[in-house]
């Protein structure tokens, strides 16, 4: 098997993955909760704001620092939210560990299961 059938398997276990189904669905019942989207907007909107003003190098008042931390506060309290972001660190923490294995994987280093099961590392253990 070429390299590149290799990679295509692994983007093919990868969007069959839980994290990534889990990502998908939390995403879909953030977008479908009002309240979920108007924060997202609102998030949005300042952002697109205070990075324009970073760019022209102001730096944001204590109001407007103020305003980010009540914003984030409210998308953390809303329960959509929440789970769309936990999902989202959950599969990037997935990339994280594949990314880590396939270094160590061409700098000849072998690696090891951090779960002990193998679950983490596809198989390189013998249990």
Same mark, same amino acid.
Do not use: W
């Given at each position: 098997?070429?390299?590149?059938?290799?990679?295509?398997?692994?983007?093919?276990?990868?969007?069959?993955?839980?994290?990534?189904?889990?990502?998908?669905?939390?995403?879909?019942?953030?977008?479908?909760?009002?309240?979920? /989207?108007? +924060?997202? $907007?609102?998030?949005?909107?300042?952002?697109?704001? @205070?990075?324009?003003? #970073?760019? &022209?190098?102001?730096?944001?008042?204590?109001?407007?620092?103020?305003?980010? /931390?009540? +914003?984030? $506060?409210?998308?953390?309290?809303?329960?959509?939210? @929440?789970?769309?972001? #936990?999902? &989202?660190?959950?599969?990037?923490?997935?990339?994280?560990?594949?990314?880590?294995?396939?270094?160590?994987?061409?700098?000849?280093?072998?690696?090891?299961?951090?779960?002990?099961?193998?679950?983490?590392?596809?198989?390189?253990?013998?249990?």
């Amino acid at each position: 098997m070429s390299i590149l059938e290799k990679a295509y398997e692994l983007g093919q276990e990868i969007a069959a993955s839980k994290e990534l189904a889990e990502m998908k669905n939390a995403e879909i019942a953030m977008m479908n909760n009002e309240e979920a /989207q108007n +924060l997202i $907007k609102e998030f949005n909107q300042k952002q697109k704001q @205070y990075m324009e003003l #970073q760019k &022209q190098g102001i730096p944001l008042t204590e109001s407007q620092k103020n305003d980010v /931390q009540d +914003l984030e $506060k409210r998308m953390l309290d809303n329960p959509f939210v @929440y789970r769309f972001f #936990q999902a &989202q660190q959950n599969f990037e923490r997935v990339l994280q560990e594949i990314n880590e294995i396939i270094s160590k994987a061409i700098a000849g280093e072998h690696s090891s299961c951090s779960d002990g099961s193998c679950s983490t590392c596809g198989g390189c253990c013998d249990h």
